[in-house]
């Protein structure tokens, strides 16, 4: 299936405009700019104000309002971690590199069970560290679930074999991260921009790397790809459309000779041919050739690109907050007080 001149043209930009929309609305009422925050400090060692991060997450109230910035020490953390939905403006932080601080489980089966690391929560953010399932191979075995809006992972190393990254729902950012895994390892039906982020394929049966689900024309969904780097140790597809219309665009990114030349899949079924969209702009390495690529391929034209660069992904003001210049101690949070000097009855 060809698409070509004005039809081609105008299919591009209405699929672009609506995701570019997704992007650009910035909400002021989440004040994510914030300079200031509540250090809440992890250790094992019994150092910080909590051992398990999960009791850090717990001790923040709900309807949280406040930037609570919880610093992890390096260790190996065992541990399912859930941030609920009622808790939101919580960053989470390890030190550079991020395989110093890792948060690992083992659990598998279903998809929206087994995760190590689930995000409910709206304006969070994750720094330097690893989520990891060590599950194997052979079943759904996610590391990361991510359900909230205004969702940023920075640095972050996330690993697993099948599904491992559940990008399910709202908007979020992915920057200089490694995603690995074998089969959909990025799957959901987030909108999504990834950027320098290095994508390893472990898959030995040409398994895909993306599996986006959106179900519908109308739904402002997908997941695009800018200046990543794909690797892998056999062959690998760049998506498949686990939804009828799904949206994957990879721009200016390198891929490696573990890409098949084909490139992409229809999840045996002809008909998303005619719905999904993939997408692919000024990629360039060995497994980038468009010679033998399926041919319901969108190549995308300069123009038909810019909606899908970083710049206008994620609009002129950012909702990805910076690391606050300044952290108060616990002590500090007005919520901790009351807590530790419960009213006399």
């Known amino acids: 299936m060809a698409f070509h001149g004005y039809t081609a043209m105008m299919i591009v930009v209405m699929l672009a405009t609506s995701y570019l929309l997704v992007f650009s609305e910035v909400e002021s009422s989440s004040s994510t700019q914030l300079s200031s925050a509540i250090l809440i400090k992890v ?48 960053t989470i932080s390890g030190r550079k590199p991020a395989n110093n601080t890792i948060i690992t489980g083992n659990d598998y089966g279903d998809i929206f069970k087994s995760p190590t690391f689930t995000v409910f929560a709206s304006d969070f953010m ?17 590391a990361l679930r991510v359900e909230g809006d205004r969702v940023a992972f920075l640095g972050c190393r996330i690993k697993s074999h099948q599904d491992t990254l ?11 991260c490694y995603i690995e895994g074998d089969t959909d390892f990025i799957c959901g039906n987030g909108a999504s921009l990834f950027e320098k982020c290095h994508l390893h394929s472990l898959s030995q049966t040409n398994g895909a790397i993306t599996a986006q689900h959106r179900q519908s024309a109308q739904e402002n969904t997908g997941f695009t790809f800018v200046g990543c780097k794909i690797t892998g140790v056999k062959s690998a597809i760049l998506g498949r459309p686990w939804g009828a219309y799904a949206r994957v665009v990879f721009s200016q990114s390198y891929m490696s000779s573990v890409i098949l030349p084909n490139g992409w899949e229809d999840w045996n079924d002809p008909s998303r041919q005619m719905t999904s969209y993939f997408a692919e702009y000024k990629c360039y390495g060995p497994g980038a050739s468009s010679d033998k690529r399926v041919n319901w391929l969108r190549t995308l034209s300069s123009e038909d690109a810019v909606p899908y660069l970083k710049e206008s992904i994620m609009g002129p003001k950012s909702w990805v907050r910076s690391k606050p210049t300044h952290l108060a101690p ?12 419960p009213p006399q009855i």
């Open 330 to 341: 616990l002590s500090k949070a007005s919520w901790f007080k009351v807590t530790l000097n």
């Open 43 to 90: 250790d094992q060692s019994g150092k910080g104000d909590y051992k398990k991060i999960q009791d850090a997450i717990d001790a923040v109230p709900s309807n949280n309002s406040q930037h609570v910035f919880i610093l992890v020490k390096p260790g190996v953390y065992t541990e399912k971690i859930v941030v609920p939905a009622d808790k939101p403006f919580i």
């Open 166 to 176: 559940l990008d399910d729902v709202g908007r979020h950012y992915y920057k200089n």
């Open 126 to 142: 994750a720094r330097y560290i690893t989520i990891q399932n060590t599950y194997g191979t052979g079943a759904k075995a996610v």
